[in-house]
């Protein structure tokens, strides 16, 4: 943008509380504040953006712009057993806080933006990583797009239309989502005849059951482009080469938004299947790419910047979102 940061301080004082501190007048102006996600200590990133959210908003600042390119704790959107929706708790924060407009990109939910009070622009990283499929991968015309798992089925159909490529869906026992997460629905264990009161029982309800693990769409002979949004843990995606090297598919590319790839992540996808894995960088995984070369990088920083011009700017953010599709 041809700018210069501005000026504060974040520490960490002896006991470990977070300190903040605002070196110039930031009264009646415009703040972005670029936080990044570290996978290693989000927590610590997390209040550090809270308090300086509240120091610039207790300084006069005229409005409070979080830019967040992985927002934290968004798988953490829907009720778990006897959990909570913790993507809503920290959004509740954000906005008491201080924050006034959030920009962030790929939420892992859409439906996220509703968990707050004020406006969030949901970037897309699609297409850059369609250009970079283009432009990268020799033969792409003869590559398929595959879903790992049915949930990923509308991105990856997204992405297939618009490259006028096959598509193909792993299904099957191999498979974990977030759907098969214990919900607490048998707690406590179901009887066959459960007896509340006098007239009303309820009938005893089938478990589910997964069939046996499955590729539809034809990988024979071909490249596959493996879509989602988030890769953390890596071992789906490795079961995923597996099965698809297995039915046929000479190369296997993994592409995804947000590169977190904690714990074993980088040794994993080195010793597995998968020729080359393309994230962006939205989160910092300069280590992991050290640990192994097959992690290629994205840059979304035009986007970002192009959005924070455009806000500070007052003009249409439209042009951002042109040729997105809905499923993206």
Same mark, same amino acid.
């Given at each position: 943008?041809?700018?210069?940061?501005?000026? +504060?301080?974040?520490?960490?004082?002896?006991?470990?509380?977070?300190?903040?501190?605002?070196?110039?007048?930031?009264?009646? @102006?415009?703040?972005?504040?670029?936080?990044?996600?570290?996978?290693?200590?989000?927590?610590? +990133?997390?209040?550090?953006?809270?308090?300086?959210?509240?120091?610039?908003?207790?300084?006069?600042?005229?409005?409070?712009?979080?830019?967040?390119?992985?927002?934290?704790?968004? $798988? @953490?959107?829907?009720? !778990?057993?006897?959990?909570?929706?913790?993507?809503?708790?920290?959004?509740?924060?954000? *906005?008491? #806080?201080? =924050?006034?407009?959030?920009?962030?990109?790929?939420?892992?939910? $859409?439906?996220? @933006?509703?968990?707050?009070?004020?406006?969030?622009?949901? =970037?897309?990283?699609?297409?850059?990583?369609?250009?970079?499929?283009?432009?990268?991968?020799?033969?792409?015309?003869?590559?398929?797009?595959?879903?790992?798992?049915?949930?990923?089925? $509308?991105?990856?159909?997204?992405?297939?239309?618009?490259?006028?490529?096959?598509?193909?869906?792993?299904?099957?026992?191999?498979?974990?989502?977030?759907?098969?997460?214990?919900?607490?629905?048998?707690?406590?264990?179901?009887? !066959?005849?459960?007896?509340?009161?006098?007239?009303?029982?309820?009938?005893?309800?089938?478990?589910?059951?997964?069939?046996?693990?499955?590729?539809?769409?034809?990988?024979?002979?071909?490249?596959?482009?493996?879509?989602?949004?988030?890769?953390?843990?890596?071992?789906?995606?490795?079961? *995923? #080469?597996?099965?698809?090297?297995?039915?046929? +598919?000479?190369?296997?590319?993994?592409?995804?938004?947000?590169?977190?790839?904690?714990?074993?992540?980088?040794?994993?996808?080195?010793?597995?299947?998968?020729?080359?894995?393309?994230?962006?960088?939205?989160?910092?995984?300069?280590?992991?790419?050290? @640990?192994?070369?097959?992690? $290629?990088?994205?840059?979304?920083?035009?986007?970002?910047?192009? +959005?924070? !011009?455009?806000?500070?700017?007052?003009?249409?953010? #439209?042009?951002?979102? !042109?040729?997105?599709?809905?499923?993206?």
């Amino acid at each position: 943008m041809g700018i210069e940061l501005g000026k +504060a301080v974040v520490y960490q004082e002896d006991n470990g509380e977070t300190r903040v501190e605002i070196k110039e007048s930031v009264r009646g @102006q415009d703040i972005f504040i670029i936080q990044t996600m570290p996978c290693r200590d989000v927590n610590t +990133a997390v209040m550090e953006l809270l308090i300086m959210a509240y120091a610039l908003k207790t300084s006069c600042s005229k409005n409070i712009i979080g830019v967040i390119p992985y927002f934290p704790y968004s $798988k @953490q959107c829907k009720m !778990r057993k006897r959990g909570s929706v913790v993507c809503k708790l920290l959004a509740s924060m954000l *906005a008491k #806080a201080g =924050l006034t407009h959030l920009i962030t990109m790929d939420l892992h939910q $859409k439906e996220i @933006q509703g968990f707050f009070s004020f406006p969030v622009d949901n =970037l897309r990283a699609s297409p850059l990583m369609l250009q970079y499929i283009q432009e990268e991968i020799p033969d792409y015309r003869n590559a398929v797009i595959v879903a790992k798992s049915p949930d990923a089925a $509308k991105r990856a159909q997204s992405y297939a239309e618009r490259l006028r490529l096959g598509l193909a869906v792993i299904h099957g026992e191999a498979q974990c989502t977030e759907l098969d997460m214990a919900d607490g629905r048998q707690s406590p264990p179901a009887v !066959r005849n459960l007896t509340l009161h006098t007239g009303l029982e309820l009938p005893l309800m089938m478990a589910k059951e997964k069939p046996p693990i499955s590729v539809v769409g034809d990988v024979g002979g071909r490249i596959a482009i493996i879509v989602d949004d988030i890769i953390d843990d890596v071992e789906s995606f490795v079961a *995923a #080469a597996e099965i698809l090297k297995e039915r046929g +598919a000479y190369k296997i590319f993994v592409m995804a938004t947000h590169g977190i790839l904690s714990a074993e992540a980088p040794r994993l996808i080195e010793e597995s299947s998968i020729d080359e894995v393309v994230v962006t960088n939205t989160v910092p995984h300069e280590v992991q790419k050290l @640990q192994c070369p097959k992690i $290629k990088t994205v840059d979304v920083s035009l986007i970002l910047s192009e +959005a924070i !011009r455009r806000i500070h700017n007052g003009e249409s953010m #439209a042009y951002l979102f !042109r040729n997105i599709a809905v499923d993206d």
